[in-house]
């Protein structure tokens, strides 16, 4: 009797494991509502995307009659993202597939996803510490006091909804501030506004993240705006994924070793297109700032 390999091929459809991905993919991202999503780049050619970052051209003028108002010049600055290439591969020997318990494939593209959204989210978090716009708490740790003077480098008119994005270990010295909102207690029906969100304080949506991590004895924490001035509705999200192509699964084979491998790969760059949508802030590690 002839030989009976199970092979990927067999039990997995690289095409539609792809499209599953993604779609949880940009589903998961989008959840995150402070970050951009851009699919500019998807089906054209290029790997670079060039945003202009306008400058303020000054407030309006009283002018006298019969004379003429003076002209402003637009300006602006520059930001590229650049596309890069990220991947990960899993192994599934025949023997993990015939004899292991649960579904090894189903897990394995659960394992491609997590990698894949994690790598995004620290690249997200990386490119946001870029901002110029910081607030140094770090004589204290996180409370409602530096949060406010945290939120005040944005120098607003307007009060705006933001995301802070805090350590897990941060959460529990935030739950001893009486300022503190917790999500559990929104009440019964309330809407929660973003998967994640922990609680709120100073206007801000409180996310856990250990992409914040502690640098020495110092929290190094984000603030991101999440919405735009309705007369300027189309500026740009604070922080930017430029995806140029959706997810790919591949798969090859290795007969000698019966085993398949299962492999991903996503070309994406993340930007910092928008820094006044931005602020950094560090808090201590504990009490006494050490």
Known sequence: MADEVTKSTNVLVPEVLADM???????????????GLDNTLIGTAGDTVTYPAWNYSGDAEDVAEGEAVSSKTLSYSKVQIKIKKVMKSIDLTDEAVLTGYGHPYDEAASQLLKGILSKMQKDVFATALKSKNTFDGSKNI????????????FDEEIISTKVLVINPKQLTQLRHDPNFLSADKYGEGTKVMLTGEV??????????????KLNESVYENV????????????ELAG?????????????????????????SNVFYGVGLTNESK?????????????
Do not use: H, P, W
């Not at 949880?24 to 995150?32: F, H, M, S």
């Not at 430029?242 to 492999?263: G, H, P, Q, S, W």
């Not at 931005?278 to 050490?290: C, T, Y």
């Open 199 to 212: 609680g709120r304080i100073c206007n801000c949506i409180i996310v856990t993240s250990k992409v914040a």
């Open 278 to 290: 931005v602020v950094v802030a560090k808090f201590a590690k504990d009490a006494s700032g050490e």
């Open 223 to 234: 603030i991101i705006k999440l919405e735009s001035d309705d007369e300027t509705e189309q």
């Open 142 to 153: 996180i409370n409602y006091d530096g949060i406010v003077d945290a939120v005040d480098v």
């Open 21 to 35: 991905l993604t779609a949880k993919l940009e589903a998961k991202i989008q959840l995150l509502r402070f970050v």
């Open 239 to 263: 922080v930017t994924i430029l995806m140029k192509r959706d997810v790919m699964i591949e798969t090859a084979r290795e007969a000698k070793k019966t085993l398949t491998a299962i492999v």
